[in-house]
């Protein structure tokens, strides 16, 4: 099992950015695959992708709304996978979680039921 904490969410006006972290332990890093998701109250979708990254870091998905202003990035060094949120808008407002599974593969994985892991959830509000 893999163990995942969030940092970096917090208050921001629109037009700002953060960076969020995912730290990851209890499992070799190289072997796991990772997602972004979100949850926002009153959406009927319960998490929503964000991103995706590779176990190797070379191949990336993203959700529609974030392409272009988003950037998920991983040090394989460090454990860690990174969320860059730029020019963040009210909608972007959710608790943000990061989960992981593990793959030997290449591949990228968008649905919720593909990971088994997940994180405790940072929160991100952005204001008008």
């Known amino acids: 099992q893999v163990q995942l904490v969030e940092s970096g969410g917090g208050l921001v006006q629109a037009g700002g950015s953060l960076r969020l972290s995912c730290a990851a332990s209890?499992?070799?890093?190289?072997?796991?695959?990772v997602g972004w998701f979100r949850h926002a109250p009153g959406k009927e979708r319960e998490r929503e992708i964000v991103?995706?990254?590779?176990?190797?870091?070379?191949?990336?998905d993203y959700v529609d709304s974030v392409k272009r202003r988003f950037t998920i990035s991983r040090d394989n060094a460090k454990n860690t996978v990174y969320l860059q949120m730029n020019s963040l808008k009210p909608e972007d407002t959710a608790v943000y979680f990061c989960?992981?599974?593990?793959?030997?593969?290449?591949?990228?994985?968008?649905?919720?039921?593909?990971?088994?892991?997940w994180g405790q959830g940072t929160q991100v509000t952005v204001s008008s």
């Open positions: 209890g499992r070799t890093f190289t072997l796991i695959a």
């Open positions: 989960a992981a599974r593990t793959t030997y593969g290449s591949a990228v994985y968008t649905g919720a039921a593909d990971y088994g892991s």
């Open positions: 991103a995706a990254i590779s176990r190797g870091g070379g191949y990336t």
